[in-house]
Structures are given as structure tokens and as C-alpha cells.
């Protein structure tokens, strides 16, 4: 659900910091735009060939500026563990509500029973601190990846049920920094058993509807697509099936449009999005960089940057903000090679013209 920092042995995710550094830039390649044309010439300059489907948004105080190539600005994009941070708005909003605690553990909201799982706080959830695997190995990751690999088929359909049979049986850990689909998709429906719903509907009553996130969604089968829901790709441009399922939703199971993102990115710098205080890093997660509930910060050229990265099977993502310079940048993805440089790369540019600027 995320580029991570070694080469994947199974299917995971992401999040861990890397050093970015300056994209492989191919040739632009010829095919149909969408929205500002002056980020839709970066958007080919800086992906070429290796993503003929994609799409990006830059974010400032003077607006918000949209592109897309090879599909329309109103077609979504798995969001892959970006998922993550979203889920972190919830947790810093639902603290703020008094719903639960940091030291709250997942067995005062799921049915787990006396078991390890069930001792372990939602705080370190957050921060990726649990001692909960990637993983757990009843959902035989590496099984999946192999069928990932060879048929393109989805590794995570399981329910909540599922998941919570995942739990009970899990070995934890001793809590150390240690990035965790498994746990992220726990802290998610904790969160919304303590609101009392699902996590579906959280997401869009907290975060979708106050903020007009039309076409941010979480199909939980593939029949439940929206009718503007892209095709993923691998690298090489095979098709790769959806990645849907209750229980990935709060790590990896969201879709959004390019605006949609946007959206929440200008919410998060303005400040009038839920849960803000996710992104203030409180703790140490990986060389040069700490984590808040699922948001990473690290500095890059200088700026310090707040930032989430997600892959799926057929989609990769980057979000990042520099609140310094109150700018923001989307990269959106159909194809599985990684958007992260690419990522940092337009921030880094549009935060550096933002702050020349202002020194002027």
C-alpha cells in the first residue's frame, strides 16, 4: 500500500522516510489533458512514459491548481496507504471529540477478548509503535504477493470479521518503530466502533462531507466501484484488479478524484479540516524523520515536510504539505512505479517560488 524502503519480499506498504532524490525524467508523451496546462506540461516532464495515466495538484494560499493526462479530472485513483493519514485526521479528531484516549487499547472497542492484540493502545497504533507485524502471518503475505505478481489479483478482501479472527491469534511484538498495515486497519474500525458506526461511514461524515469530498470513497467489493474508477496497471502496463475490502479501508482501501485530494490538502493547510493535530510529528519513525497519527515529516531541500506515500497493486500516490510556505502537492498514479521523487519534487519547487516570494 506504500513504496517502501527495501525491495518488497511480500505484499506491503509503505511510509518509511527516503531520501529523495531528482526523478528519471523521459520523454513527454503525447496524450489527452486535463486542467491547468502549465502543470500538465510538468506533470509529462517529470513522469513521461512510465505513467500515461496520471494526474497532480499544487495547493498555495493563491488557489488550488489541478492536471490530469490520459484520463479525465473526475476519474479515481487508489489512494493506497495514503489511507493511513486519513485515518490519522480521524484518530487526532476523535480524541478531540473525548471519544477515547491515547492509552485507549483495541480491546475496549473490538470484540478481540483476552488475547495481546487486545492490550495494545491506540497511540502506538498511530505512530507505528505497536509490536503489531506488517502482517500477520494467518494472512499468508506471501502467498498473496505470489498471486499478485503472477494473476494481478487482489491480496486484501478479507471483512471485519476476518480481521478481527487476524487479531486474536496475532504475536505482538515489542513496541519499537515499525510500519504496520495490520495495525493501521485495526486503529481505523476502533475508531469507528468508538463513534459507533463503520469506518465507510466515518470517513464520510468527518472528513467527505464537511469538506465536499464528492468522490472520496471505500468500495468494500469490486461492484461498489464508481463509474469513474480507473484500472490500475503494473509497471509493465498489465491490468491489476481493484483493491478492495472492509477491513484493508482505514490502510489502504480509500479511492479519490485529483480534486478530491486537493480539496483535503487545502483543508489541512487553512486548517479548517478535522483532526489537525495528526500531523505535529511527536516521535522518532526511521533516520531523519518523525511521525504524528500517520503523517511523516522530514526535511528536503531545506523544507520540512509533512507527507504520506501509498502503492497498491495498480496505483501509487504521494500527499505532502510544507506548512512553512503553506503549499501542498498530489501526485496520483494508474501504474505501479513509485511518484514519490516526483512528489517531493513539485512541492519542493512550488514551496521554494512560494518563499522567494514572500522574502521579496
Do not use: C
Not at 485526521?89 to 485507549?104: F, I, M, N, S, V
Amino acid at each position: 500500500m506504500g513504496a517502501d524502503r527495501h525491495r518488497p519480499g511480500r505484499v506491503q506498504a509503505g511510509g518509511a522516510p527516503q531520501v529523495p532524490g531528482s526523478p528519471s525524467v523521459r520523454g513527454p508523451v503525447v496524450t489527452a489533458v486535463h486542467g491547468d496546462a502549465g502543470l500538465a506540461t510538468r506533470i509529462e516532464e517529470l513522469l513521461g512514459a512510465r505513467h500515461p495515466v496520471a494526474a497532480a495538484a499544487l495547493i498555495t494560499t493563491a488557489g488550488v491548481t489541478v492536471a490530469s493526462r490520459g484520463a479525465g479530472l473526475d476519474s479515481d485513483f487508489e489512494i493506497g496507504s495514503v489511507s493511513k493519514a486519513v485515518t490519522g485526521l480521524l484518530y487526532a479528531d476523535a480524541l478531540d471529540r473525548g471519544e477515547l484516549k491515547p492509552e485507549t487499547t483495541l480491546g475496549e472497542l473490538l470484540p478481540l477478548g483476552d488475547v495481546p492484540a487486545a492490550r495494545v493502545t491506540l497511540a502506538s497504533l498511530s505512530q507505528h509503535r505497536s509490536g503489531l507485524p506488517r502482517l500477520p502471518k494467518t494472512a499468508q503475505p506471501l502467498r498473496r504477493t505470489l498471486a499478485l505478481w503472477r494473476h494481478g489479483t487482489n491480496p486484501y478482501g478479507e471483512d471485519l470479521q476476518q480481521l478481527l479472527v487476524q487479531a486474536r491469534t496475532v504475536r505482538v511484538g515489542r513496541p519499537r518503530a515499525r510500519y504496520s498495515n495490520f495495525g493501521f486497519e485495526l486503529l481505523g474500525h476502533a475508531i469507528a466502533s468508538a463513534a459507533g458506526t463503520s469506518y465507510a461511514d466515518l470517513v464520510q461524515q468527518r472528513i467527505a462531507s464537511p469538506l465536499q469530498l464528492n468522490r472520496l470513497y471505500l468500495p468494500a467489493t469490486a461492484d461498489q466501484l464508481g463509474p469513474d474508477a480507473l484500472t490500475g496497471t503494473s509497471r509493465r502496463g498489465r491490468p491489476r484488479q481493484p483493491w478492495t475490502g472492509e477491513a484493508v479501508g482505514p490502510a489502504g482501501g480509500i479511492r479519490a478524484t485529483i480534486g478530491d485530494m486537493a480539496r483535503l490538502m487545502a483543508a489541512l493547510l487553512d486548517g479548517s479540516a478535522p483532526g489537525i493535530s495528526a500531523l505535529d510529528p511527536i516521535a522518532p519513525f526511521g533516520k531523519g524523520a518523525r511521525i504524528g497519527a500517520g503523517w511523516i515529516t522530514i526535511t528536503v531541500k531545506g523544507h520540512l515536510i509533512t507527507w504520506h506515500n501509498g502503492g497498491t497493486g495498480g496505483f501509487r500516490s504521494w500527499a505532502g504539505l510544507d506548512r512553512d510556505t503553506a503549499t501542498g502537492a498530489v501526485v496520483l498514479s494508474a501504474t505501479s512505479a513509485s511518484v514519490d521523487r516526483h512528489g517531493f519534487l513539485l512541492l519542493t519547487e512550488r514551496a521554494e517560488t512560494t518563499r522567494t516570494a514572500s522574502n521579496s
